[in-house]
């Protein structure tokens, strides 16, 4: 019979004391062993919600890129030129930095359950205005909306933490982030025959194939509602005391929480810059700037609210078992950074690339980034599995020094490679690239429960911080220094891992809803 620990709902420096009479509560299924799950058997319900999560996941990727691969059809329709459609990709991603920190603190709040269904349904409604769009404005807003589906990615990181212990958690991440990816790979290829489809029955085909994909979200949205839990019967959700900025508990912490937080602001910064008339003109010079004002004075003021937030925790000592180190959200946030932010650079970048420099036909580009792109399938979860099987920060490591010298290869192509070998480059670079971000993403969901959701909405923003700076870097150099600088920033990575980043072990602490502290198995 347990004995309940109730004094420790405060993080008094006195709980390291108070722990040694009481009967600390463990939660069955963190703790049990568990033999590998199998990922077609539909009778366990840990893996039904894997593929509930995924196929969530999957749409709101699909929608969030089913304009890229119908842009022909969108600027013949409204008259675009090129430097009005190069804007709709900037806006595309430009909500979608802010969205995933934003909803990271709110599904730690109120559950993935509610805010998948929640965002899907958005999302549909969003998708369906874009489709219905009559002018260019419409059609902006539209896109710049439609950038918060690309937040979904975080929910469905806290419901798989939930839902599988930690000798499991990296390869039902690696499943989740994957095949919820390759919605992005897919929708190029289906979009463009259901505007075909649909051209036979309306004007613009795009509209249709569009909206169909708005509907999509919506019916699922009541699907997951329906068939997903927060977590496993009689298991607990632990959700931070209050919504707000994200919890640290030293002093030391908050600074390098902010010096981690400033990248974020000035990535939104160099999307406003591509977006001004330095870059593609659909801002005016002095709207550029009045922008940029309200981002210091929003970084200011959301500093400020952290301070205010964890002032608590940093006039007053934390006891050690509630702590967690803050560089090791530092270190994820820089290994996605080069992982999946050069993924997303790569593949804006590769089908140009291969057809301006190279000289090959558009569908020969493209069947290589499709490449880079379908590795999703297996690479990322492979990642996360060899996280499970040989260790969190080692698995990292290989797969960040892969990427590395993936790239360095990259740099060293010329158009006078055979086809084949540079093939055999890219599948390389794309698999270790891939695996990485995998392997990012099997650390995330040990370093404190309850703040699941806020520190993956921090490291999937890394991933379009990294983005936004590979992109910068190819607008200004040609492709051999744009992959270089990649290289070299895995390389750096890769030794900031190796000083910093600690192996996953031992327990976190949680605080149950009737006062009982709970250990959660984290390696």
Known sequence: MRKKCSALRDFGSMAHILLRPCQLQRIGFWNMSVDKFKVFNLQDERVKTLHFSWIAFFITFFMWFCHASLMPYIQDTFGLSNAEAKALLFLNVALTIPARVWVGSLVDKYGPRRMYSGLLAVSGVICIAFSAAQNYEQLAAARFLLGFSGAGFVIGIRLVTEWFPASQAGGAQGIYGGWGNFGAAVANFVLPVMTVYFAAIMTDGWRGAVAVAGVISIIYSVIFYINVRNTPRGATYFSPKKLGPMEVTSRGDFILFMVMTAPIFIAMAIICWRLSPAGVALLSESVTYAIWVCLGLWFVVSMYNSFLFNRDNLSN????IHRYKFKQVAMLDLAYAVTFGSEVAIVSTL???????????PSKAALLAGIFMAMNLIARPGGGYLSDIYGRKKTLLMTVIGSAIGYLGLSLMTPNWEFWHIVVVVVFCSFFVQAGAGATFGV????KRRL?????????????VGAASFLLVNSFYESSVFFFVMSASCFVVFGLLQMFLEEPKGQIAEIDEDGSVVLIDVG
């Open 351 to 361: 089908p140009l690339l291969f057809v301006t420099e190279y000289g090959y036909t």
């Open 444 to 447: 995330v969901p040990t370093i």
């Open 317 to 320: 000592s934390v006891a050690k």
């Open 452 to 464: 699941t959701g806020q520190i993956a909405g921090m490291t999937g923003s890394y991933g379009n």
